[in-house]
């Protein structure tokens, strides 16, 4: 079964700080994709990254970066020089074909980052 | 500025009353989501649509009921709602292709007394 673990619930740091939000995913496909997502206070889920399971290239989109390693099946994400706009919620998910065609997301359960000034 | 959007954005209720929650999109997206969010913020998946006249439930049972008559349009009807459905219901919708990003309204929190 498709599953997607955030063992960290929420992390507290101070700003400038480096912070990275690990992810956890079981799948039995060999075709499938993660995605990170971004909740802010205001309640939306903004999304930052769509990575497929072919491609374990490293990302880095300024101050984010994020590392996929299927060997441990990880997609963990990085976040350096945190800022207090950094605070919010973050959800990793995953999207396999094993939902007979359909295309569900999994979620995992979040993380709260909170940045302080 | 937003491409889907969620009407109201907090709804307070007594129990028994039915209640409609609104979400559009202006994105011209097939596909449509609604997913529930509890205090402990994990999402799960209620119904979704693929195109008009579509409609599914999803992972989680949901005494909620939708419908899918354009394209824009997916709203959420809660017939006689009950404190357990107090929550933070999330609309979301995506490109036909698959595995694209889901594109998020800023929710409806609500309370059932």
């Known amino acids: 079964a498709q599953k997607v673990t955030q063992a960290q619930t929420e992390i507290s740091v101070v700003e400038k700080e480096d912070v990275t939000l690990d992810c956890v995913y079981e799948?039995?496909?060999?075709?499938?994709?993660l995605f990170w997502y971004k909740q802010p206070p205001s309640g939306e889920l903004v999304f930052l990254i769509r990575r497929n399971s072919f491609d374990e290239q490293n990302e880095i989109s300024g101050r984010y970066s994020w590392n996929f390693q299927k060997s441990t099946s990880s997609f963990n994400f990085t976040i350096t020089a945190s800022q207090v706009v950094d605070s919010a919620v973050y959800f990793c998910a995953l999207s396999d074909s094993t939902q007979g065609g359909s295309e569900k997301l999994v979620f995992g359960k979040g993380m709260k980052l909170t940045v302080n000034p | 500025e937003a491409d889907i959007y969620q009407t109201p954005r907090y709804l307070v209720i007594g129990t028994g009353k039915k209640i409609t929650l609104e979400c559009s999109q202006t994105?011209?997206?097939?596909?449509m989501y609604w997913y529930q969010q509890d205090p402990g913020m994990e999402l799960h998946l209620i119904h979704y649509s693929y195109g008009v006249n579509s409609t599914e439930k999803g992972d989680l049972s949901s005494e909620s009921t939708v419908s899918r008559i354009r394209t824009e349009h997916f709203p959420l009807t809660l017939e006689s709602a009950r404190p357990s459905h107090t929550s933070q219901y999330l609309c979301a919708s995506s490109e036909w292709e698959p595995r694209q990003p889901l594109h998020f309204g800023n929710g409806t929190r609500l309370t059932v007394t």
């Open positions: 799948t039995r496909d060999t075709t499938y994709y």
């Open positions: 994105m011209g997206h097939d596909k």
